[in-house]
């Protein structure tokens, strides 16, 4: 059973940089899956980030596209999240996962992190 | 990449069937077989009922059931159980090099 896990500060300064890391456990990040992050501001609805396979082949939402990096260290079998220059508006839940694209569903979910953008 | 559209709000009573719609075009619902259900209780993470449109992943009651007709797609869950009050989404595929697209989400209450 994979499990994925999020980490990284709770608290950002806005026009500072959001770091989350996603360690993946109970399988391979090398496999055949895409790993992605999702994130929910309080009370709304789910949004995609962006996603990575191991090779390094990115798909990002384009209106974050200019704001966002992940990357995958398959060393350590995890995948990280850089957004920069945030807002307030950047304030929401973030889940990493696993995406299946064989038909292209979300079938592991991390527990998610809290990310609250604030001086 | 526009959202999906899913109703903010339906409810039923236990026992009772409910069904969940879910809005796109042809570029997204319509144009593939690749609609996704995920349910999400307050807290928690989405947990994914339903994936190409109709099928079930192992352990999610037969309840639970999908369908598309043209750029709608649905959810129906039979014989409501108190547990069944989550928020409920809907999500498609949208082409290649595309992350796909979520809904806007429903929030399912069990009366």
């Known amino acids: 059973q994979v499990q994925l896990q999020e980490s990284g500060p709770g608290l950002v300064k806005p026009s500072g940089t959001l770091s989350l890391t996603c360690g993946v456990s109970?399988?391979?990040?090398?496999?055949?899956?895409?790993w992605s992050w999702v994130r929910q501001p309080p009370g709304k609805g789910l949004e995609w980030i962006g996603e990575?396979?191991?090779?390094?082949?990115?798909n990002y939402n384009p209106s974050l596209k200019s704001r966002v990096t992940i990357s995958v260290d398959k060393s350590k079998n995890q995948f990280s999240l850089n957004l920069t220059s945030v807002t307030a508006a950047d304030t929401a839940m973030y889940y990493c996962?696993?995406?299946?694209?064989?038909?292209?569903?979300?079938?592991?979910w991390g527990q998610g992190t809290l990310v609250t953008v604030s001086s | 990449q526009s959202a999906l559209t899913q109703p903010p709000s339906a409810s039923g009573s236990p026992g009772q069937s409910v069904t969940l719609s879910c809005t796109g075009t042809?570029?997204?619902?319509?144009?593939?077989?690749?609609v996704s259900w995920y349910q999400q209780h307050p807290g928690k993470a989405p947990k994914l009922m339903i994936y190409?449109?109709?099928k079930r992943p192992s352990g999610v009651p037969d309840r639970f059931s999908g369908s598309k007709s043209g750029n709608t797609a649905s959810l129906t869950v039979s014989g409501l159980q108190a547990e069944d009050e989550a928020d409920y989404y809907c999500?498609?595929?949208?082409?290649?090099?595309?992350?796909?697209?979520f809904g806007g989400g429903t929030k399912l209450t069990v009366l």
């Open positions: 996962a696993r995406k299946d694209y064989s038909d292209y569903v979300v079938d592991f």
């Open positions: 109970g399988g391979s990040i090398s496999s055949s899956f895409w």
């Open positions: 990575i396979y191991h090779s390094g082949n990115t």
């Open positions: 042809s570029s997204d619902v319509g144009g593939y077989d690749y």
């Open positions: 190409e449109v109709h």
């Open positions: 999500s498609s595929y949208a082409g290649s090099n595309n992350l796909g697209v």
